[in-house]
């Protein structure tokens, strides 16, 4: 069976879609277990087409994100750490200046 996922922020809408292998149930909420993910797509805002990828790009995804909220929070950077072993990650985030657009 084919199960779709969102979780949406401000920012961000995540949208996972996979399959349900053994019928198995989430007992907090009694929905269906996403066993295998097979699509996902991430709407940022201000972007027109959505990132997109299977497994692999969500868990770097979810890797990228984590270290930079962990950097960003604590003030205590460890990208250069992180740039000599992830270099290959499909996901990879950077900060950028703001702009303003008169």
Same mark, same amino acid.
């Given at each position: 069976?084919?199960?779709?996922?969102?979780?949406?922020?401000? &920012?961000?809408?995540?949208? @996972?879609? $996979? !399959?349900?292998?053994?019928?198995?149930?989430?007992?907090?909420?009694?929905?269906? +277990? *996403?066993?295998?993910?097979? &699509?996902?797509?991430?709407? @940022?805002? $201000? !972007?027109?087409?959505?990132?997109?990828?299977?497994?692999?790009?969500?868990?770097? +995804? *979810?890797?990228?994100?984590?270290?930079?909220?962990?950097?960003?929070?604590?003030?205590?950077?460890?990208?250069?750490?992180?740039?000599?072993?992830?270099?290959?990650?499909?996901?990879?985030?950077?900060?950028?200046?703001?702009?303003?657009?008169?």
């Amino acid at each position: 069976m084919t199960i779709q996922r969102q979780y949406s922020l401000p &920012n961000c809408k995540l949208i @996972l879609e $996979g !399959l349900n292998g053994d019928n198995l149930l989430d007992p907090a909420s009694a929905r269906p +277990l *996403v066993s295998l993910v097979t &699509n996902v797509e991430c709407h @940022l805002a $201000g !972007l027109e087409k959505p990132l997109t990828g299977g497994r692999e790009f969500l868990e770097g +995804l *979810v890797k990228a994100v984590s270290d930079y909220a962990q950097d960003y929070l604590s003030g205590i950077p460890h990208s250069a750490r992180r740039d000599r072993h992830d270099h290959h990650s499909l996901v990879q985030i950077q900060k950028i200046d703001k702009i303003s657009i008169a």
